[in-house]
């Protein structure tokens, strides 16, 4: 935690004049948890990962077989629509980009979108490019310890920036489902749980897109 509040704002400052605060937001040094519903209780013994819809084989990992894949371990910007952004984060987990790279997961040519599936039901929606890139992890541990419950262990979709920007796409932290258990490759796409709330679709957090025009949502 910062000391003093200006401690706080000097921080700001610097992230903001390297080009890294995104319109609109704050800078915190907290991790607030934030989604709807209850944490749910999960037993790796029968937990499992299913990748699905426009691939060429379906796969099913278990956590054992989860944990084989490779592994890698990136520092990221965490933008949330809350108004709060969180730098340097160090993350662990797995590519999705490299395991469609190396061979692991084949999606077809014909998917164009991902739906992150997460238990009690929660969904969201990204074009497949987003979650191809380096910026997106199926993250299984922040700041060297395996996730908490709150944030969505024993994993979760994370998408931030990179501190140089390198990345094409970025968006807010809700495109993370938090106890994420399926990756669905359509065709088509299916707005997710926030976005059917009034959410923006795209929610790049450099063009302030945090709720679609015209919905209730949009007038907080
Ligand atoms: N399964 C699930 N994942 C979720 C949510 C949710 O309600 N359920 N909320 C999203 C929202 S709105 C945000 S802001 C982030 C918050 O992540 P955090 O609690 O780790 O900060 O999780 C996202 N992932
Ligand atoms: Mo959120």
């Known amino acids: 935690m910062f000391k003093r509040q200006s401690d706080r704002r000097q921080v700001e400052e610097i992230v903001r004049s390297q080009n890294r605060l995104p319109p609109g937001q704050s800078l915190t040094e907290k991790f607030p948890v934030l989604h709807y519903g209850p944490t749910p209780r999960v037993d790796l013994a029968t937990w499992d990962l299913k990748l699905f819809g ?4 379906e796969i099913i990992w278990n956590w054992e077989a989860f944990n084989q894949l490779p592994r890698t371990k990136i520092k990221l910007d965490l933008h949330c629509v809350t108004r709060w952004s969180q730098f340097d984060m160090d993350w662990e987990g797995v590519s999705l980009g490299q395991l469609v790279r190396e061979g692991f997961v084949a999606p077809k040519p014909e998917a164009k979108f991902v739906v992150q599936r997460c238990e009690y039901g929660y969904t969201t929606n990204t074009p497949i490019e987003l979650v191809l890139q380096d910026n ?9 310890k395996p996730i908490t419950p709150d944030h969505g262990y024993p994993l979760r979709g994370l998408i931030g920036s990179f501190a140089d ?10 495109k993370g489902g938090k106890w994420l258990r399926g990756l ?3 065709a088509d796409d299916q707005p997710g749980f926030w976005e059917k709330a009034g959410y923006h679709n795209e929610a790049d957090p ?7 025009g015209g919905s209730w949502l949009g007038r907080f």
């Open 54 to 57: 426009l691939v060429e084989e």
């Open 136 to 144: 997106f992890l199926l993250a299984t541990h922040y700041d060297g």
């Open 165 to 174: 920007r390198s990345e094409p796409k970025t968006a807010y932290l809700w």
């Open 184 to 186: 669905e490759f359509c």
């Open 206 to 212: 450099w063009r302030e897109e945090r709720f679609s």
